[in-house]
């Protein structure tokens, strides 16, 4: 199974973005394998299609999935374009990047401020955050169950917000499904806690909120970038500069959020310049070959 073959498995809408030659991340691993000798083909995921691709020849590639097996990574968006990570593993919080530890004095300050400040005004555009006084509480799936990689349900987390006495507002994931168990869950805390809301339009309610709790949504992501205190119920890539519920103690770290200051913009520098795979860096071809070698393909 030593073929230089690469299958690319993908969902629609990427899909077709992929098989139409406009995915740039795709494009740019097809030019550098094939004239190394690869032959790239980009096929659609699902169930039978993961069953089957450790019996195939050559090696894989997915997108937000699991690899399948030892000769297959997965790629994914770091939060916004130009950057992506290739890992031999989906979980986000398993990442070597999740491991690494942030040394801020290492960033130099300045050149640091111009990189979050153009990446604010090309991500996030419009007018300056403010600090206000409500929580925002970006929901994400499985609200009733506390997972492997979390300290707290999500129930649990609002709940933990609510009891601070701050306006809280948990808004829901477009793309999630809530079930009728989960809406009367949301119901039952809104009816105990009048200051949460459930809700709501989830950008604006970012630009001017006092801090963000979240399991390790991308809203928390984004709210770094706004310059936002963020506290993480759950295992995170971008934990570094956060606030971690689990490790402080909710009430705790609820308590610290206000005040908390971290070097955002030297972190958003070092996460994305200087660790990601910047597809439009010098040296993006060099990082992508070393990416796809470390993590055991023959390039």
Known sequence: MSD????????????????????GVV????ALLEPRGWTVRVERSGTDARAQAPDRPGYALFNMERPTHDRALTFRLAYHYPYWRLERMAERWRWPIAQCAFDPSRIEEHAARNFARRLRARVLPGPDPVRGDHILIPLQGHIRRQRSFQSASPIQMIRAAARTGRPCIATLHPKEVYDDADRTALDRLARHHPNLTIGGDTAAALRDCAFVVTQNSGVGFDGLILGKPVVLFGQSDYHHITLNAGVLGAEHALALAPGHDPPAAK?????????????????ADDRLLAAMKKGGWPV
């Open 267 to 283: 972190f958003l520098d070092w996460f994305l310049r200087r660790t990601s795979l910047d597809m439009m860096a010098p040296d």
């Open 27 to 30: 494009n740019r691993i097809r």
């Open 4 to 23: 230089l073959l690469l299958t690319v498995y993908l969902h629609p809408p990427v899909l077709q973005t992929a098989q139409a030659g406009k995915l």
